[in-house]
Nanobody
Framework: VQLQESGPGLVKPSQTLSLTCTVS??????????WSWIRQPPGKGLEWIGY???????DYSPSLKSRTSISRDTSKNQFTLQLTSVTPERTAVYYC????????????WGQGTQVTVSV
């Protein structure tokens, strides 16, 4: 299984950040897999943002829920993160990752993509 993040590396404050994770070697609709977005701000630890489940259901971190949505395109085997009204504090390396059974233990990760929020 391989995951690959894609999207702009620079976003202006107040705009919407949109990142796509393309999955190969496995289907995002296969039962009991959960497809997450995780980020790591500079000098800080990993922060879970949310997931898209195999069933199409979603869940988000309570601290980000009001500004976050995750959608999917099953025909392309992709899932997409959108964060609205971003601030410079959203600058981070963003990862997509796979979790089996919602144990929040990730067996496959993308390589990560740097997103900078700045004018």
């Amino acid at each position: 299984v391989q995951l690959q993040e894609s999207g702009p590396g620079l976003v202006k404050p107040s705009q919407t950040l949109s990142l796509t994770c393309t999955v190969s070697g496995g289907s995002i609709t296969t039962e009991h897999y959960y497809w997450s977005w995780i980020r790591q701000p500079p000098g800080k630890g990993l922060e879970w943002i949310g997931y898209m489940a195999y069933s199409g259901s979603t869940d988000y971190s309570p601290s980000l829920k009001s500004r976050t949505s995750i959608s999917r395109d099953t025909s392309k085997n992709q899932f997409t993160l959108q964060l609205t009204s971003v601030t410079p504090e959203r600058t981070a390396v963003y990862y997509c990752a796979r979790d089996e059974g919602l144990g929040y233990s990730y067996d496959y990760w993308g390589q990560g993509t740097q997103v900078t929020v700045s004018v």
